[in-house]
């Protein structure tokens, strides 16, 4: 098969169903020409649908706890011995159980904090050591995180998952730095719109969050399709030279301020209140 990830091997973590975007680039990587394992963590395999996945682009599944660098030491030797060396990795984890409990931002339980802190944002640089360490990324490699505005922004309801981004974005600038010097391997995050998949819509008022983006964006809002695209393209050789970046996939909401339609919006609810 050809196309432009042709002879490329990899990771993908965290797809779950038809939905995630980790599975849309999956499906996509695959129509390239890419090769790769799929992993998610047991639990969540349980819940998903990843070996109909697996059988749809002829790939491997290997559970890994991503926390677990005993998981990972597992995952990696396996892609190792598979693949050899590595061409590209998609973090595409998060979660949140002060989020899934509605516990609000001024009253976080600390041990749920830290537990979604290690699962979404210090997995990635977990992920990053293991591979560091068996030095197994092919120069101009791509290793990738999902993340989302809110890691600048204030976003009632998104909670702790907010500082969980800021931090797996801090973490992709200061180790991808190391990777570029020293592997010549790209790390860059993707800032993505709010996308519907099993995980955004579990967070309180996403629905407002996503018709809002949606009327602010000049293009609307990036769909998990749009995300999954432009993965393939940061795997691809077409983009050797971008790294340490956070790459807002959002049409434009990242830097439109309001819009007519939401201008338009708010007057009429306005005067329908004062009528």
């Known amino acids: 098969m050809s196309g432009i990830l042709s002879g490329k091997k990899g990771i993908?973590?965290?797809?779950?169903?038809?939905?995630s975007i980790a599975w849309k680039t999956a499906v996509k990587s695959h129509e390239e020409g890419a090769e790769f394992i799929l992993t998610n963590a047991p639990v969540a395999m349980r819940y998903g649908e990843i070996q109909k996945l697996a059988e749809q682009t002829n790939s491997e599944v290997v559970p890994a706890d991503a926390t677990s660098l005993e998981d990972l030491?597992?995952?990696?030797?396996?892609?190792?011995?598979?693949?050899?060396?590595?061409?590209?990795?998609?973090?595409s984890i998060g979660m949140s159980i002060n989020?899934?409990?509605?516990?609000?931002?001024?009253?976080?339980?600390y041990d749920w904090t830290q537990k979604g802190w290690d699962i979404s944002a210090v997995s990635f640089h977990k992920v990053m050591k293991t591979?560091?360490?068996k030095d197994c990324m092919n120069p101009w490699g791509s290793i990738l995180a999902l993340s989302y505005i809110a890691a600048q922004r204030v976003y009632p309801g998104y909670n702790d998952m907010a500082d969980n981004k800021a931090y797996l974005e801090s973490i992709a600038r200061?180790?991808?730095?190391?990777?570029?010097?020293e592997k010549k391997v790209r790390v860059n995050t993707i800032s993505q719109s709010p996308t519907p998949t099993t995980a955004g819509k579990g967070v309180k008022g996403f629905g407002g969050f996503l018709e809002i983006a949606d009327d602010v964006s000049p293009l609307g809002n990036a769909t998990?399709?749009?995300c999954a695209s432009l993965c393939v393209m940061m795997f691809s050789d077409y983009t050797k030279?971008?790294?340490?970046q956070?790459?807002?996939?959002?049409g434009g909401y990242s830097n439109t301020g309001v819009s007519d339609e939401l201008v338009n919006s708010y007057f009429a609810g306005k005067k329908s209140e004062e009528e």
């Open 73 to 91: 030491d597992n995952l990696f030797n396996v892609a190792i011995e598979k693949f050899g060396k590595l061409d590209f990795i998609l973090h």
């Open 12 to 19: 993908i973590f965290g797809a779950l169903d038809e939905n």
């Open 174 to 181: 200061n180790f991808g730095y190391y990777w570029g010097k």
């Open 241 to 244: 030279r971008m790294t340490l």
């Open 99 to 109: 989020v899934r409990k509605g516990q609000h931002y001024t009253d976080m339980n």
């Open 246 to 250: 956070n790459i807002y996939n959002d």
């Open 224 to 226: 998990a399709e749009d």
């Open 131 to 133: 591979a560091w360490d």
